[in-house]
């Protein structure tokens, strides 16, 4: 391994899943293509596979093998029912978004009516103790977390 290439996430409607990381959320969308070809097919394993896809990247996130940080996936075919989102079912998995304000970023989300389980709790235990960190819901119900983590003396 020499690195993350990405995250992804199959959404149920691309252009709501861009808007909120975007518009919302703040991130960049890169690039959106549509993937209805052999290699598609064969990557994914559906004979019938076509997709619509963005990929998105934080500003100033340090860009290292990737031109992004998220890829969303649409599959126009075949279509799925959503499974369960709840995130202790095996196989759930969740984004952490670090920020400088915890409270400050959940109260304008909160405010732009985003969905959170909770508000930003102080964190107590572990390595990033002094920091706080929350839990909110994308569009999809996927599960999504803000990060402030403490201050740290700078190490020489």
Request: glycine letters at 8%.
């Amino acid at each position: 391994m020499i690195g993350v290439w990405h995250f992804s996430f199959t959404v149920a409607d691309l252009d709501t899943s861009v808007a909120f990381y975007s518009d919302v959320l703040g991130l960049e969308l890169v690039h959106r293509q549509e993937q209805d070809n052999a290699y598609t097919r064969e990557l994914v394993g559906f004979p019938d596979a076509s997709l619509r896809i963005a990929q998105l990247a934080v500003p100033g996130q340090p860009r290292g093998v990737s031109t992004h940080d998220l890829e969303l996936v649409e599959y126009v075919a075949p279509r799925a029912a959503p499974t369960d989102p709840m995130r202790n079912r095996p196989g759930a998995a969740h984004l952490a978004f670090a920020v400088d304000d915890a409270v400050g970023t959940y109260e304008r989300l909160r405010d732009l009516g985003v969905e959170f389980v909770s508000p930003p709790q102080a964190i107590t235990e572990g390595i990033n103790r002094g920091g706080f960190t929350c839990y909110f819901l994308d569009p999809d119900q996927i599960t999504l977390e803000l990060v402030q983590t403490p201050a740290r003396p700078v190490s020489g």
